[in-house]
């Protein structure tokens, strides 16, 4: 047991034929208790079959806690929507690395180390050359985030407390430059150099948006709205990247390995690839008046159409980060003075259907992140094909902060899941010659 979880002094107990295992019960701070199952096969012989893990942790963490039921989304206890309005993403970043909020110093020093880290061996820009123009920008990122473990080798040894702190810092430090490139790339542009002196939303922006034969001044309310985007996407705890990310590195794989399974992972329309994919349906609706149409198509199993940006594995409430992100959407647009924007009209009006019908009320269907944060990164400029890259930026510091905690569990062992094996028993083999 780890000295963070107690024993609530019951067991469960399983009984499979002759066989019984007594099981302890344990709880964290918050959430429901769990049955360590760790003695069920010594016991009786048996595993638990759990596809898709809906009853099963993985792991203890002290880093983020989700009450689905009710809506809550705390970083290291602090909730989602303070954090958004209140903190900025640096800052939410050391509170997930380290556990508490910064002072002031501390904070100065973190910055500077984040800040003085942002460019890229400059050999790393040869690889984008061997990509198509045409690629995904997620394709791109992802192999040149593997190709880190081949340039930063005094940051991959992983039982070395520093080298993990510095590989931590330049996965955040350097994400936004190689997303910035693999924009640059796929509109022909030259490669924008990072500028010390911006914060990290701004700095991005400009990486983005700045060519070289004009000045560019960043928007503030656009880098500030940014910026809550990226607090939004930091962590959520054992989604399906972050559980990637984790089970990569309980092999010991480097940080920059473990990380890139943790983009590949995340492009998948079920989890981060869902932005995108909700921009695209929102444009595909186009107005108002088709809207029950694709209610009726989302309702129709048989159909293979999905509301994007609707449903959550975990919230069974409406997301809280979807709150913020439709108030950050609305003063996005305001700030650019983008008025009556038909995407817009098209999502509120679907999602005040969708809460009025009881397939969606039945099912506790409700908008996530995803349903409003498309909109939003349109307006600011961004293509659709690069939401999901953005999410990449702010989740890199969730996944690098639990491969850490994973890292530094006493508890942690090489994550090696079993099945229920449904194939053919043993048989001999035939010789081709006398097969029919
Ligand atoms: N539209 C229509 N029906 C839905 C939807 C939806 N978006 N989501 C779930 N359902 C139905 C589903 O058909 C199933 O019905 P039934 O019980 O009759 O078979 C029921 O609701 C439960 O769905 P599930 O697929 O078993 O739930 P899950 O927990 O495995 O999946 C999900 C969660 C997010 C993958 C799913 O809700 C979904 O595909 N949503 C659309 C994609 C999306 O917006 N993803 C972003 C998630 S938030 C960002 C992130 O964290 O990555």
Not at 172 to 195: D, E, H, L, W
Request: glycine share 8%.
């Amino acid at each position: 047991m780890t000295a963070e979880s107690s024993s609530t002094g019951k067991n469960a107990r399983l009984s499979i034929a002759s066989k019984t295992s007594e099981m302890p019960v344990r709880s964290g701070t918050l959430g429901p208790d769990v049955v360590d199952i760790g003695r069920l096969y010594r016991d009786t012989g048996c595993f638990t079959y759990d596809p898709g893990f809906t009853s099963t942790a993985n792991c203890s963490s002290k880093i983020t806690y989700i009450d689905g039921d009710n809506g809550i989304l705390l970083h290291r206890g602090y909730p989602i929507d303070q954090l958004a309005e209140q903190s900025n993403f640096l800052e939410v970043c050391y509170l997930l690395l380290n556990g508490e909020l910064p002072n002031k110093s501390q904070f100065k020093e973190f910055d500077a180390a984040i800040t003085r880290h942002t460019m890229v061996h400059e050999q790393m820009t040869r690889f984008y050359t061997g990509f198509r123009r045409d690629a995904h920008p997620m394709a791109v990122v992802c192999g040149v985030i593997g190709a880190m473990s081949a340039f930063y080798h005094d940051s991959t040894d992983i039982n070395d407390p520093e080298q993990r702190r510095i590989a931590a810092n330049r996965m955040i430090a350097k994400m936004p430059t190689i997303a910035a490139m693999a924009y640059k790339y796929s509109v022909g542009q030259p490669f924008i150099y990072p500028r010390n002196d911006l914060d990290y939303a701004a700095n991005f922006l400009q990486m983005c948006f700045a060519v070289p034969c004009e000045p560019y001044v960043v928007n503030p309310v656009i880098a500030r709205a940014l910026d809550k985007i990226f607090i939004l996407h930091a962590d959520h705890e054992q989604n399906a990247s972050t559980s990637t990310v984790r089970l990569a590195g309980s092999s010991g794989a480097n940080p920059f390995a473990c990380i890139a399974a943790g983009v590949a992972c995340l492009w998948g329309p079920a989890h981060g690839g869902a932005n995108e994919a909700a921009l695209n349906m929102l444009q595909e609706i186009g107005t108002v008046d088709r809207i029950p149409e694709y209610i009726k198509m989302a309702k129709d199993k048989n159909s293979g159409f999905r509301l994007m940006g609707f449903g959550h594995r975990v919230y069974k409430n409406y997301d809280p980060r979807a709150k913020v992100m439709q108030k950050t959407c609305h003063e996005v647009l305001d700030s650019l003075g983008i008025r009556d924007e038909p995407l817009l009209k098209v999502a509120m009006e679907l999602e005040r259907i969708a809460l009025q019908d009881d397939y969606f009320v039945e099912k506790k269907l409700y908008p996530n992140i995803d349903f409003y944060s498309g909109i939003t990164l349109r307006a600011m400029g961004f293509p659709v094909q690069l939401f999901t890259v953005l999410f990449a930026i702010a989740r890199t510091v969730g996944w690098i902060a639990q491969w850490r905690e994973m890292i530094e569990d006493p508890e942690q062992r090489i994550g090696r899941p079993r099945q229920l094996y449904i194939g053919a028993p043993q048989r001999d083999f035939i010789p081709m010659g006398s097969r029919s």
